[in-house]
């Protein structure tokens, strides 16, 4: 019954990584990757770690997202060049 | 089992270099490398489980042998936040980009002169 | 090089790869062994030190050394992100209290919710300090919880009130102060983990909260003038 669990939380994270390399427009991906961190501290509790867990979904879900769409709003303010579809 | 635990994070590894590989816009390529990065600590983590045993802190249970690694789980800790901070300092670089050259496309960043 | 031929070295690099790891991993032990020896060691000599988070004594009693170089490259890494982002002579910053950021339209369900959840959030980010070495937490998740803590007021709220309860001199001075504490307790007394769980708190939370500002100030107030 664990390992089932434990192998369903490692596939899903497999599938959310390559959601979060997948989808190409920056903010979009954002909200991806917060969802990401959030499966990454599922996993980390079904593998019996609740302070890394506490860590990551801290970090992953809060403070990484924020400053990629701060980032990318700075960006827009100063794009010149026509940005190409993914920008 | 054994196998499978071991591969996933080689594959989201990948899958992270892949992304910057192929990427086309440098915030797309932070986030990639902030994927990779997120491989090695499942991998840590998987190397250190051990099967019917329980969190290494001892608030509510008896000291006890059946815990799993504790090292791992150190080392995951510190790296995670430290992570956090590298991805900022890169974000800060792309702002900074995108402000002198106007475009945070590679293929258009080639030269280091604008 | 086209991104074409990028694609074509990345698959002759990354199939390369797949094979040594694929080879390196057959051989390590079977995932959830019972072969720990590093592991068993700590967990004694953590009962033997009375610290019954193991995680916070290898952290901040057996591993100290290793904690402070984590703490250093985490302070340094911040520093150069807050001065890549410096402002240069050719751009101008409008003032926190421009007009066009004035009270914003949030919806009263979300107002009411961010300054409900405030103070909870910062006693929840102070227990988590004070309890790393009791349970699940310590100063790195703590610190981070403080530090975005404070930004639901950004998010309740607009900017200007943001800006006017995060004073930056007092957050730049706290983390410096909280570095230099935990470098002294790291080389004179380690094995205090509560005080050095306090250090890595507030070092982290200013931290956290000094690059968000930055990055704050680039997304919403620089505007260069030409």
Known sequence: MADAVIVAALLLTAFMATAVVFTR??????????????????????????????????????????????????????????????? | MSHLAYLIPGWILLVGVYGIVTSRNLVHAVVCLSVAQSATYVLLLVIGYRRHATAPVFSDIKPTGDVVDPIVQALTLTDIVVGATVTALLLALTVQVAKRRGTVDPDRLRSLEP | MSPRGRLIVFLLGGAGFAVLFVLGTVHLPDFGGTWHPYGERTVSNAVARHTPNVISSINFDQRAFDTLGEELILMASALAAVVVLRGVRAEQEETAGAHEYGPAEVFDALRITGYLLLPITLVAGVYIVAHGSLSPGGGFQGGIVLGSAIHLVYLAGDYPALARIRPIPVFESGEAVAAGAFVLLALAAAGQVTAMNAAVGAEVGCAVVLVLAKFFEQALLVRTSS
Not at chain 1, 62 to 86: C, F, K, N, Q
């Open chain 1, 25 to 87: 427009d920056p903010a979009c991906q954002a909200i991806v990757l917060s969802a990401y961190g959030l499966v990454l501290g599922i996993l980390f509790v079904v593998l019996q770690a609740p302070d890394v867990a506490m860590s990551q979904v801290a970090v992953g879900t809060v403070v990484v997202p924020l400053i990629v769409i701060l980032a990318i709003h700075a960006i827009r303010r100063h794009h010149t060049h026509s940005p190409g579809d993914e920008s």
